[in-house]
């Protein structure tokens, strides 16, 4: 009976630890489950909404969506109003590209040296300079270059501030470099080890090994990397609203001052009337922002989708 006793105790021990183990389980899985739900209705709340406040201003104050894109002229408190933000577009573009072409170079070189050329102390230099860009707020970037940089360019320039495309364009690439080489290290890192002896077998110098094999296997998620760093460019505002001029105007040289579509819209949002066509129009400005943000994403998931390491 003892024996019997003591039998049944631990088989409902079991049971019962199985029921719990069953429990956490469907717990863990609802809670898992409610916070996915939870981001993709916020994200497409946020589509929704932007799509709608955008499109008021074609669908309800009659805004031609061709001169809203392809127009020069941004006057909306004009007795003849204008709304064209093709210069806020191309100065988005313009910043964006330069600083991706200054910053993606030095952040896969960086990438490479603390992966390739000195792994053990390499990374234990560049890594911390790396974390300690990454926290400084984009307001200090923004101070910085418009108490140092800003002036340094003025020297250069025959009339007027510094304030200029080359300017917004020097703080982005400084700003897009942590994201970039931080990226690019974590793929130099996780290709595999027998490419690199393979090479090395075959009488290939290191360089050779970097240049010619592990570069291209690396090469989607390298230009992942890049991506991201655009995106993270296209959209800021503060800092480069700090040191580019914030003009209406189309810039013929780096040293003209510009405007870029985020500037535009943290200058003249708490000076419209909300629901009024100069509010609306700001509203298309951050639809076109949504619309971009969604074709990088998807140029980024192509190529994540062409790594073949």
């Given at each position: 009976?003892?024996?019997?006793?003591?039998?049944?105790?631990?088989?409902?021990?079991?049971?019962?630890?199985?029921?719990?183990?069953?429990?956490?389980?469907?717990?863990?899985?609802?809670?898992?489950?409610?916070?996915?739900?939870?981001?993709?209705?916020?994200?497409?709340?946020?589509?929704?909404?932007?799509?709608?406040?955008?499109?008021?201003?074609?669908?309800?104050?009659?805004?031609?969506?061709i001169e809203f894109l392809t127009s020069l002229n941004w006057n909306p408190t004009d007795t003849d109003p204008k709304y064209g933000v093709l210069p806020f577009i191309f100065g988005s573009f313009a910043v964006t590209i330069l600083s991706a072409l200054i910053a993606a170079p030095l952040g896969i070189a960086g990438a490479i040296f603390m992966t390739e050329i000195a792994p053990n102390w390499g990374k234990k230099v560049l890594q911390p300079v790396i974390e300690l860009l990454v926290g400084i707020p984009s307001v200090v970037y923004g101070f910085i270059g418009l108490t140092v940089l800003v002036p340094f360019i003025a020297q250069?320039?025959?009339?007027?501030?510094?304030?200029?495309?080359?300017?917004?364009?020097?703080?982005?690439?400084?700003?897009?470099?942590?994201?970039?080489?931080?990226?690019?290290?974590?793929?130099?890192?996780?290709?595999?080890?027998?490419?690199?002896?393979?090479?090395?077998?075959?009488?290939?110098?290191?360089?050779?090994?970097?240049?010619?094999?592990?570069?291209?296997?690396?090469?989607?998620?390298?230009?992942?990397?890049?991506?991201?760093?655009?995106?993270?460019?296209?959209?800021?505002?503060?800092?480069?609203?700090?040191?580019?001029?914030?003009?209406?105007?189309?810039?013929?040289?780096?040293?003209?001052?510009?405007?870029?579509?985020?500037?535009?819209?943290?200058?003249?949002?708490?000076?419209?009337?909300?629901?009024?066509?100069?509010?609306?129009?700001?509203?298309?400005?951050?639809?076109?922002?949504?619309?971009?943000?969604?074709?990088?994403?998807?140029?980024?998931?192509?190529?994540?989708?062409?790594?073949?390491?």
């Amino acid at each position: 009976m003892i024996n019997n006793r003591e039998n049944m105790s631990v088989s409902e021990r079991l049971i019962s630890s199985r029921q719990n183990r069953q429990l956490d389980e469907v717990r863990g899985r609802m809670i898992v489950t409610a916070c996915a739900l939870i981001m993709i209705a916020a994200s497409v709340a946020i589509t929704i909404f932007l799509g709608v406040k955008g499109l008021q201003s074609f669908l309800v104050n009659g805004v031609s969506p061709i001169e809203f894109l392809t127009s020069l002229n941004w006057n909306p408190t004009d007795t003849d109003p204008k709304y064209g933000v093709l210069p806020f577009i191309f100065g988005s573009f313009a910043v964006t590209i330069l600083s991706a072409l200054i910053a993606a170079p030095l952040g896969i070189a960086g990438a490479i040296f603390m992966t390739e050329i000195a792994p053990n102390w390499g990374k234990k230099v560049l890594q911390p300079v790396i974390e300690l860009l990454v926290g400084i707020p984009s307001v200090v970037y923004g101070f910085i270059g418009l108490t140092v940089l800003v002036p340094f360019i003025a020297q250069f320039k025959s009339s007027g501030t510094g304030h200029s495309l080359l300017a917004g364009t020097i703080v982005l690439s400084v700003m897009i470099l942590p994201t970039i080489t931080s990226i690019s290290a974590d793929a130099m890192a996780s290709l595999p080890k027998s490419l690199r002896e393979g090479s090395y077998a075959l009488g290939a110098t290191r360089w050779q090994t970097i240049r010619k094999v592990l570069v291209p296997a690396a090469f989607p998620t390298l230009m992942t990397a890049v991506v991201l760093g655009m995106a993270r460019a296209f959209g800021e505002a503060l800092a480069v609203q700090m040191v580019i001029g914030n003009t209406r105007v189309l810039p013929e040289s780096l040293f003209d001052t510009a405007g870029t579509l985020t500037t535009i819209i943290t200058l003249n949002m708490g000076h419209t009337t909300y629901g009024s066509v100069e509010n609306n129009t700001l509203w298309s400005m951050g639809l076109v922002l949504l619309v971009m943000s969604f074709l990088f994403i998807l140029l980024i998931r192509y190529l994540s989708s062409r790594r073949k390491v």
